[in-house]
Structures are given as structure tokens and as C-alpha cells.
């Protein structure tokens, strides 16, 4: 495939689900709380790698990980019918809309709204993997 034919391909397939969760309602604090507390679900773009993944703790509590990174801890919220986030490193609020499609999470960064859509492409019971620091000999 020629690259002038993946990007209008991306481009399309970006568009074209801004325009599907347009015509949806996004979950709501309680819904979305229901659906993520006590898993760890990664996420990644349209048809790329995993892109980070995030273990949803009660209390609204979360710990997230780019992929290959260490774990931050953070926490959410709703505000004005979308789901923010801050983190211990990071306390500006990220916020996002989320939509349940096909059995799994498709999530759109309010922030930025040109941003690519993420996807739940997988879900575990068990606690997200943070190594520990890097200890030397």
C-alpha cells in the first residue's frame, strides 16, 4: 500500500469514527465505574501496537502505564459529562469520553479533539505489571 493511500486511509477510518461516537451518548461516571472497576484494560490506536494500559481501582483510584513505561497512580472524575483523569506526576486533568462498542471501550481525549480515538483491545482481572526501579549491581 502506497503511503499517500494509509494516511487517507487513516484519515477516513478517524473521521469516520468521530462521526459513529457523535451519534452515540457517552457513558456515564456510574456506568463507566461499573464497567472498569477491579480490571486492567489496554488500549491502542486503530491498528497499531498497545498503546498503555490501566488498572481501574475502587475508589475511582487508577494506575495507568504507556506501554514500556513505568506505572503512574492517578485518580478520575466527572465533570461536565466526561471522565477526567490526574495523575501524581501529571495533575492537569485529561479528560475524555467514552463509548462501549462492540463488548469493549472506545475512549476520545476531549482534550484535543483531532486526537485518534483509543481501544480496549484487551481485559484482565489481574493487577497492571509496574516493575519496580531499576536496581543496579
Request: hydrophobic share 35%; net charge negative.
Amino acid at each position: 500500500m502506497s503511503f499517500a493511500l494509509g494516511v487517507c486511509l487513516a484519515l477516513f477510518s478517524t473521521a469516520f469514527v468521530h462521526a459513529d461516537n457523535a451519534t452515540q451518548t457517552p457513558l456515564t461516571a456510574s456506568q463507566f465505574e461499573a464497567y472498569t472497576t477491579g480490571k486492567t484494560l489496554t488500549y491502542s490506536r486503530l491498528g497499531s501496537e498497545p498503546y498503555g494500559a490501566e488498572e481501574y481501582l475502587p475508589g475511582r483510584r487508577v494506575q495507568w502505564a504507556f506501554e514500556g513505561d513505568s506505572c503512574k497512580m492517578g485518580q478520575w472524575y466527572e465533570e461536565a459529562g466526561q471522565i477526567c483523569f490526574v495523575y501524581e506526576d501529571n495533575p492537569a486533568p485529561q479528560c475524555w469520553s467514552f463509548f462501549l462498542r462492540d463488548g469493549g471501550l472506545v475512549a476520545q481525549f476531549e482534550n484535543d479533539a483531532a486526537s485518534a480515538p483509543l481501544y480496549e483491545i484487551a481485559q484482565s482481572d489481574e493487577p497492571l505489571f509496574c516493575p519496580g526501579p531499576q536496581v543496579g549491581v
